[in-house]
Every structure is written in C-alpha cells, then in structure tokens.
C-alpha cells in the first residue's frame, strides 16, 4: 500500500522555539494532505488542510499563525509549531489523500510526538 | 466539537468473546472508513462503506453502514490478543476529502 513517512518521528524542546515537521508520502502523490494532532487516548483532530501550491485551510479554533502549513511540492508538506509551549506537547500525524488511481483513502504517517518542556 | 461519537469508550474482553463498537453520527455521511491503532502507532485503514446498509467482511470482523448512512458498526468474532487497539470510525460528509473521527473505542483482551 501508499506509504506516507514523517520526520522526526519524536521531538522535545524547549518553551518558546519553533518546531518543523516533515510529511512525505513516498511512492505516490499528493494533492491533498491532513494534519492532525492527538492528545493520549484521544481520538484524532483535524487542524488542517494543506493543498499542494495554495494555502492550507484550518479548522476552527487553529491559530494559523502558530501552525504554519507549507505544501509545495505533491509530496511535501511541513507544519512549523512556532514559538512552542508546554501545552503543544501532543501527537501530531499527517495524512495524504492520493490522486486518481491511488484508492480512495487516506494513508497516515507513523506520526510525530512533540514535548515542549 | 466532535460530532461522531463512538460507544463504548472501552472495553474489556476475554479472548474468544465477540466485541463491537458503534459509531453514530449527527449528521449524514457520505462515506464511512474504519481504522486500528496499536498503542503507540498510528491509524491503519481497515475498509471503507459507501452505500446505505452497506455490510462487509474480513475474516472475523464484520463492518456495517446504517440505511441512514448516520451510523455504523465494527463487531470482531472470537477477539484475538492481536485484535488489541483503539477502533475509530471516521467519517466524510459531502464531497469533501476530509475525515472526521470518532471518539474511538479502545479494546482490551485478555488471555
């Protein structure tokens, strides 16, 4: 099946630098990818929409500006936690929705876990 | 906030004994997916319904879509260790590509 990759699969930093994720998927392309983040034993939360070459869509309550979503190539997109907080410490997982002759499902990456100390 | 909820929260079975989650909507979908997560690991796609009263199979899990297309089902027969995991459905609505998850239901078996 489609492979999605994300980079670094863990992370810890300190209060108030900015962290940069990497999504990939790796053997098809992607118009269309998804961040999400989860808290423990929650479900997943979508923030966002990243399409490739326009701006991502957020999901209400997403301060845009803290999550900055960059899609530029159709098997690239990075989220940048910026000016990170003990409270952004969570999962975050990305997903992509592949083109035409990819099923139609989304294929997740082995997610990111973010600890802000 | 989160519009798909899924019941129960969790459960504990003793392996052999049958398991399902519901997964229940406020509005219609138009399509609904199902995914396993291993704790510690990340959602894997498990199958996806589109019509009303859709019901499909793969070996000991049985999926089903409501004739509403508001609702669905997972039931597991004769559980594993290896059925272990969090179940969340996860739902489209209208042509968007965007999926909204249930609240999941995590599974416990025990030996």
């Known amino acids: 099946g489609a492979v999605v990759s994300q980079h670094p699969s863990r992370v810890i930093c300190k209060s108030g630098t900015s962290v940069k994720i990497e999504c990939r998927s790796l053997?098809?392309?992607?118009?269309?990818m998804f961040w999400y983040r989860q808290f423990p034993k929650k479900s997943l939360m979508l923030m966002a929409t990243s399409n490739e070459g326009s701006k991502a869509t957020y999901e209400q309550g997403v301060e845009k500006d803290k999550f900055l979503i960059n899609h530029a190539s159709l098997t690239l997109s990075t989220l940048t936690v910026t000016s990170a907080h003990p409270e952004d410490s969570s999962f975050y997982i990305c997903?992509?929705?592949?083109?035409?002759?990819?099923?139609?499902?989304?294929?997740f990456g082995p997610g990111t876990r973010l600890t802000v100390l | 906030g989160q519009q798909v909820m899924q019941i129960p929260q969790y459960q504990h079975v003793q392996e052999g004994e049958d398991f399902t989650t519901y997964c229940n909507s406020s509005t219609t979908l138009s399509n609904i997916q199902w995914y396993k997560q291993r704790p510690g690991g990340h959602p894997v796609f498990l199958i996806q319904l589109v019509k009303s009263g859709e019901v499909k199979k793969q070996k000991r899990l049985t999926f089903q879509f409501g004739e509403a297309k508001k609702n669905s089902s997972l039931h597991i027969t004769a559980t594993q260790t290896t059925d272990v995991g969090t179940y969340f459905c996860?739902?489209?609505?209208?042509?968007?590509?965007?999926?909204?998850f249930g609240t999941g239901t995590r599974l416990q078996v025990f030996p």
């Open positions: 997903s992509a929705h592949g083109l035409a002759g990819v099923t139609d499902t989304q294929y």
């Open positions: 053997d098809f392309q992607a118009t269309t």
């Open positions: 996860a739902g489209r609505k209208g042509n968007t590509d965007k999926l909204i």
